[in-house]
């Protein structure tokens, strides 16, 4: 700006003391009653601005070196009058102002597709001034605010407690309403309630301390409403300790609804008021917890970290101080620091700055995902690219374009060698193509193998096999017997042997010959009864149903033990042969042919790999997975998705391959779920991840 004459303040903008710096400075907050803005000032600034007549930088930078013990230059002066420029807070007239607006018009002017996404990812909509309401609720109003309501608060969230923990599994009964239709709709109506108090916490916490609240409102967060109040004019407030009860007041509010409807839920019988009453006990607590309190969004927790550690603009300062470490430690440029602070201050504001990214980074790719399933699949792939791009990749894109920006001020050291060869490593990591092997999830299990089971209650009488014995189709392999079952063959032996004596004989009475006729029938029914005892008592002789090995028997198995029905005794598998099949994804079908080299790892560490042969891959996709273990439902690595019938549907196409062991290499007996190591043509993890990006682009879209 050299001798050119600074622009006037506006003469609408108020002044207004501010509470002292971490250090003990003082500061002072300038409020911009147009656009109800605040903006905080130090010392420096404000011996700026009382001398702001003087009407040039050097007139101002001198007067104040002059006349205090600071000691700033005229380009801190222009650097303050840029902020004040770009802030609308000094007055322009004529062409100098026709300029600004342009500039700063086409600075906001978004393009349509723009737009629209800065309206799809978030839209605030003002919808009730409730400043005169408020002023007038107050005074009924300000019970809330007694130390007795607070004792009353906290007896009733103890007592609520109490209570509940005594009916615990009666409380967790309600549950399973939340799941109906009318659960819903009383989540619904509960939690616009409990949200409505909330704001209205808010809003009567800022009119007692002498706020203006300009708007409440509905913001929309990626199409998800989140309700607003406008406590901006808290930035008046000298007192921190009046700021943070300005933000603690929504959680304050709720969690009031929440200890009384703890507490009356005991009391109440059962029905739609019980179960409102639980709803707004459980979501009420959990949502304040979880969601409010949480310091990486901006709610209320931010809020209320930003006034503890008296840092404004938290995200935003914390943000610069971890860009520029990271930029240090990568480039070592030597830059000083965004601002001065103590290294411990500063080390907490970079923490602050890493955990918030880690936590936006899951939190984005969760609603990426949510957003690709809530629409149809074109249109929920390109909102799941948005979501990404914007919220991910982009901050990463901005900060590489700003080290690209500064490449003329890199200098070789220590740190930008280990950064440049780190860098070299990951991007051959990234698109050279080192691998070689394909893997699968895949299960070794017999050519065939069959569970013995006990058929009935009964004592083992005899063990005619060990562990790991062969044995012959139909050879017996143990004997059970049941008193109970022998008890009832000898009872219906003896009513046979009676009943066939009684028919045996001959009479010409009529009355003789009609009980002989009952006798005849009786016999019959008992016979049979006999053969099917007979038929159990034989099935207590296990025999094996096919040649093969006992791989498996029961612990405590051994003669005189007892065994319930259905108890399983033994497995006996076929030795002679062993089934390895998998399945691979379908964008590694092209990387393996038949013929190629394989390794099975098995899940149970105490069995040694294999090394197999690929005999068989399949050239169409699986329509259903029929090997249960590999399903995730049972802990598997396919993901599949359960039909009413019973059937496992892949969730992702999957190709079957079955593999053989090579002439020298053992398999397991039983059945064992591991991972296939599978040879196949190199390949990038680049181009990998380029194919996979083209199939779901190409699925999804229907193409």
């Known amino acids: 700006m050299g001798q050119a004459r600074l622009p006037p303040l506006r003469d609408d903008l108020e002044l207004i003391p501010g509470p002292a710096n971490a250090d003990g400075g003082p500061t002072w907050t300038l409020h911009d009653p147009a656009a109800n803005r605040f903006f905080r000032i130090g010392w420096l600034e404000m011996e700026m601005l009382q001398r702001w007549a003087l009407g040039t930088p050097q007139t101002i930078a001198a007067a104040v070196a002059a006349q205090t013990p600071l000691k700033p230059q005229a380009k801190d002066v222009e650097r303050f009058a840029q902020f004040l420029l770009h802030g609308n807070l000094v007055r322009l007239t004529g062409e100098a102002r026709t300029r600004t607006l342009l500039e700063q018009a086409r600075a906001r002017r978004l393009s349509p597709a723009m737009w629209l996404l800065k309206n799809y990812l978030f839209i605030r909509l003002p919808l009730v001034r409730p400043d005169r309401a408020l002023a007038r609720l107050l005074p009924h109003a300000e019970w809330l605010f007694s130390r007795w309501f607070l004792l009353a608060v906290l007896a009733a969230a103890a007592l609520g407690l109490h209570l509940v923990a005594r009916q615990w599994d009666q409380f967790l009964h309600s549950l399973p309403y939340l799941f109906t239709p009318e659960g819903a709709l009383t989540i619904g109506a509960v939690l616009l309630l409990s949200k409505l108090a909330h704001e209205l916490g808010h809003g009567l916490t800022a009119k007692r301390f002498g706020c203006k609240v300009p708007t409440m409102g509905v913001a929309f967060m990626v199409l998800w409403p989140v309700l607003y109040t406008d406590t901006t004019d808290a930035w008046k407030l000298r007192s921190r300790r009046q700021r943070l009860a ?260 001959q009479t010409t009475r009529l009355t003789l010959a009609q009980r002989n006729i009952v006798a005849r029938q009786q016999l019959q029914q008992e016979s049979a009864n006999l053969d099917s005892l007979l038929a159990e008592q034989e099935e207590l002789t296990i025999r094996s149903p096919f040649a093969g090995r006992i791989a498996e028997m029961e612990e405590g198995l051994k003669p005189g033990a007892w065994v319930p029905a259905g108890e399983p005794l033994m497995l006996l598998v076929d030795d002679t042969a062993r089934r390895v099949e998998g399945f691979i994804a379908e964008e590694d079908h092209a990387r393996i042919s038949p013929g190629a080299e394989a390794r099975f790892i098995p899940e149970d560490p105490d069995i040694p790999p294999a090394r197999l042969r690929l005999d068989l891959l399949a050239d169409t996709a699986a329509a259903s997975l029929d090997l249960a273990p590999l399903a995730s439902i049972h802990g598997g690595g396919v993901g599949v998705r359960s039909l009413s019938d019973g059937t496992l549907v892949p969730d992702h196409a999957v190709y079957r391959v079955r593999l053989s062991p090579l002439p020298d290499q053992e398999l397991p007996m039983r059945a064992v779920r591991g991972r296939l190591l599978i040879s196949g043509e190199r390949e990038s993890i680049a181009a990998r991840l380029w194919r996979i990006a083209v199939g779901v682009l190409i699925r999804e879209s229907g193409l």
Do not use: C
């Not at 602070?341 to 939190?363: E, N, S």
């Not at 070789?412 to 780190?422: E, G, Q, W």
């Not at 299990?445 to 562990?467: D, F, G, I, K, S």
């Open 246 to 505: 300005i933000g603690v007041a929504g959680m304050a509010a709720e969690l009031s609804l929440a200890a009384a409807a703890t507490l009356v839920w005991s009391f109440l019988p059962d029905g739609p008021l019980r179960s409102a009453a639980f709803v707004m006990a459980t979501s009420t607590w959990l949502l304040t917890l979880a969601v409010n309190l949480n310091p990486f969004m901006r709610f209320d927790g931010y809020m209320l970290l930003s006034d503890l550690w008296d840092v404004p603009n938290l995200q935003e300062r914390s943000f610069a101080l971890a860009r520029w470490r990271i930029r240090e430690a990568l480039f070592g440029f030597g830059d000083p620091p965004p601002e001065l602070m103590p290294d411990g201050r500063r080390r907490r504001l970079i923490l602050y700055a890493v955990g918030t990214w880690v936590y936006r980074l899951f939190l984005f790719l969760g609603i990426a995902l949510l957003v690709y399933h809530m629409f149809f699949k074109l249109l929920g792939l390109f909102l799941f690219a948005v979501e990404i791009w914007w919220f991910i990749l982009r901050p990463v894109v901005t900060e590489l374009k700003s080290w690209a920006g500064r490449r003329g001020d890199l200098r070789l050291n220590r740190r930008t060698a280990v950064t440049f060869a780190a860098g070299a490593l990951a991007l051959a990591g990234l698109f050279v193509p080192w691998r070689t092997q394909v893997a699968a999830p895949a299960l070794v299990q017999p050519a065939a193998q069959a569970t013995l089971y006990a058929p009935a209650p009964a004592r083992v009488t005899e063990l005619a096999v060990r562990e790991g014995d062969r044995v012959d189709a139909d050879a017996v392999v143990a004997r059970l017997a049941s008193p109970d079952l022998e008890w009832r063959i000898v009872d219906t032996q003896g009513k046979v042997a009676s009943l066939r004596a009684q028919v045996s004989g």
